[in-house]
């Protein structure tokens, strides 16, 4: 571990152990926030997919990676990135694998985290075509889009810093997992809370992201997040329909969905919740889009106007409401 990363987590570790919980209650402080920039945010989706599927110990993967390292380095500075190198038993050997975590205004002890997970899924076990049922996904938005949202707003954080402190963590290794059992999903957020790289690290709330670029997507209330920080959700929802996007963010009932915020807060005990494109059926399950772990999961179903509504809904939190 280097040098400057010591003195980074010894910066982290005093602001977080001597700040008090500021509680999760939010009010408008008349700050200007920044533009959104969603054809940024849609370039970023296309670099991921140009790699190719994001597989770990695949070439796109070791090129995605070392991509998201010097884009974060270049708008929080070389001092405030580190890759969180780590290696998973896989289903045929040993994974090499690593979770990207860039932090800015690093002089705040009130701290955010936002997050998403940047790996694709290394089959299409959902595909209506049986004969590419094992080949990898590119992952466009299921992995591609809260990544970009991300990164969008890692550039603005250069240009315009948070009035807190705000810390971005791409997991790796979430969608690794084979259906009908959670054993070798969420890889990357397991070994994160499991080992933190910030001793006592405990920002105010965490969000995640997944599956927010897809046309017509809709982002009901999740159950988890419900129970896990009720007010956060209650906050974001109210900004977008204060914003004109209740159509995306749809004030309803959600279904539970097993996703790193669930790793996140049973095992770090950090208050998360999940913005994520899906519906709930009569019988209280989640049900996925159609491109969900297909082939289809591509450029063509990603849409600006989805990546603005929710880039314009954490910028208006992050700069405004904190």
């Known amino acids: 571990m280097t040098k400057w990363f010591l003195l980074f987590l010894l910066i982290f570790f005093i602001g977080c152990s001597n700040s008090e919980t500021p509680g999760l209650k939010f009010s408008e402080k008349g700050r200007d926030v920044p533009a959104f920039n969603a054809d940024s945010a849609y370039h970023f989706v296309q670099q991921q997919v140009d790699f190719g599927p994001r597989v770990p110990n695949s070439e796109a993967h070791r090129k995605a990676m070392a991509y998201f390292e010097e884009k974060l380095r270049s708008y929080a500075g070389s001092n405030a990135v580190f890759i969180q190198k780590f290696t998973a038993e896989g289903y045929d050997g040993t994974l090499e694998l690593g979770n990207v975590i860039a932090a800015f205004n690093l002089n705040s002890p009130d701290r955010v985290m936002i997050s998403a997970h940047w790996d694709s899924r290394p089959r299409a076990?959902?595909?209506?075509?049986?004969?590419?049922?094992?080949?990898?996904?590119?992952?466009?938005?299921?992995?591609?889009?809260?990544?970009?949202?991300?990164?969008?707003?890692?550039?603005?954080?250069?240009?315009?810093?948070?009035?807190?402190?705000?810390?971005?963590?791409?997991?790796?290794?979430?969608?690794?997992?084979?259906?009908?059992?959670?054993?070798?999903?969420?890889?990357?957020?397991?070994?994160?809370?499991?080992?933190?790289?910030?001793?006592?690290?405990?920002?105010?709330?965490?969000?995640?992201?997944?599956?927010?670029?897809?046309?017509?997507?809709?982002?009901?209330?999740?159950?988890?997040?419900?129970?896990?920080?009720?007010?956060?959700?209650?906050?974001?929802?109210?900004?977008?329909?204060?914003?004109?996007?209740?159509?995306?963010?749809?004030?309803?009932?959600?279904?539970?969905?097993?996703?790193?915020?669930?790793?996140?807060?049973?095992?770090?005990?950090?208050?998360?919740?999940?913005?994520?494109?899906?519906?709930r059926t009569d019988r209280g399950n989640a049900e996925f889009a159609a491109y969900w772990h297909t082939h289809g999961d591509n450029m063509d179903i990603i849409s600006k106007e989805t990546l603005q509504a929710v880039g314009d809904v954490l910028a208006e939190l992050i700069y405004n409401r904190l």
């Open 125 to 279: 076990d959902m595909d209506s075509d049986s004969t590419r049922k094992e080949e990898p996904i590119v992952g466009a938005d299921d992995g591609g889009s809260g990544v970009a949202v991300l990164l969008e707003l890692a550039r603005m954080f250069r240009d315009n810093p948070p009035p807190i402190g705000v810390d971005i963590v791409l997991f790796d290794g979430e969608d690794y997992g084979k259906s009908g059992s959670l054993e070798k999903y969420f890889l990357g957020s397991r070994y994160w809370s499991n080992n933190p790289p910030v001793p006592g690290y405990s920002p105010r709330f965490g969000i995640l992201l997944d599956m927010v670029g897809a046309e017509g997507a809709q982002f009901p209330k999740e159950q988890y997040s419900m129970n896990y920080a009720p007010n956060l959700v209650d906050e974001v929802w109210n900004i977008a329909d204060e914003k004109g996007y209740d159509h995306y963010f749809l004030n309803e009932q959600g279904a539970a969905i097993s996703d790193d915020h669930v790793i996140v807060n049973e095992k770090a005990g950090i208050p998360i919740i999940n913005i994520i494109n899906h519906s």
